[in-house]
């Protein structure tokens, strides 16, 4: 079935460094992938939507490409700050239906 | 603009008890609508999605139930909670099958 995976629970970094948190998915079908961030006790954000194979999309500093020959779409950062700390979620949906799959969430901390 | 509005903002309730929850998007016809539930610190598990007035499908079976009598609301309820239905509730919204979620603030929900 569709499935998406995020491999790390906790990401700590230090301010000013890069950042890569992992996201692969799973899935049969054509698939739109986003990044949404969630700070503490408050919704989810949309920080990413996918673009077509291989382009890269930005918002905030943050970044992410879509490879559809390794089912990834991994979210970076050249230089983290204190306010990125928060859960990042990786999620698909494959445009076919209305259902939207969360991965398990990565906390980044970002500390000084 | 869009902007979407949940009730109540936080609620403790006791076992047994009966629940409504509520969400309303202002600024957009007919969007798909959808309720998401996340334990603490968990992920986002959709519950029930509407793209009309009147029909609701469920996603997953959590002793829930939606209904959406207009088309810019959308309500969650259960006559009888349980301890398990702790946790953070979230309305979301979209403009067509496969599009971009956006959440609302979100319902914080207690069962003792």
């Known amino acids: 079935g569709d499935s998406v995976t995020q491999t790390e629970g906790l990401v700590t970094l230090t301010k000013g460094l890069p950042v890569m948190l992992n996201c692969t998915y799973q899935?049969?079908?054509?698939?739109?992938l986003f990044w949404y961030v969630q700070h503490l006790n408050e919704a989810p954000k949309l920080l990413l939507k996918?673009?077509?194979?291989?382009k890269r999309t930005e918002h905030q500093g943050f970044y992410a490409t879509l490879h559809k020959s390794s089912s990834s779409f991994h979210l970076q950062k050249s230089s983290v700050q204190l306010s990125d700390s928060a859960l990042y979620f990786c999620?698909?949906?494959?445009?076919?239906?209305?259902?939207?799959?969360f991965g398990q969430g990565t906390v980044l901390s970002v500390i000084p | 603009a869009q902007t979407i509005h949940q009730w109540p903002v936080a609620e403790i309730k006791a076992v047994g008890s009966p629940l409504s929850l509520g969400c309303t998007i202002k600024?957009?016809?007919?969007?798909?609508l959808y309720w998401y539930w996340q334990a603490t610190g968990g992920t986002l598990q959709q519950l029930f999605y509407s793209i009309t007035v009147g029909q609701v499908e469920s996603v997953v079976q959590l002793n829930l139930s939606a209904s959406r009598p207009k088309d810019d609301q959308f309500i969650l309820s259960t006559e009888k909670l349980l301890l398990s239905h702790s946790g953070f509730y979230l309305c979301?919204?979209?403009?067509?099958?496969?599009?971009?979620?956006?959440f609302g603030p979100g319902t914080r929900l207690l069962v003792l």
């Open positions: 999620a698909f949906s494959t445009g076919g239906n209305n259902k939207l799959t």
């Open positions: 979301a919204w979209s403009l067509d099958w496969g599009d971009t979620q956006y």
């Open positions: 600024g957009k016809s007919s969007p798909n």
């Open positions: 899935t049969t079908y054509s698939p739109f």
């Open positions: 996918s673009s077509t194979d291989n």
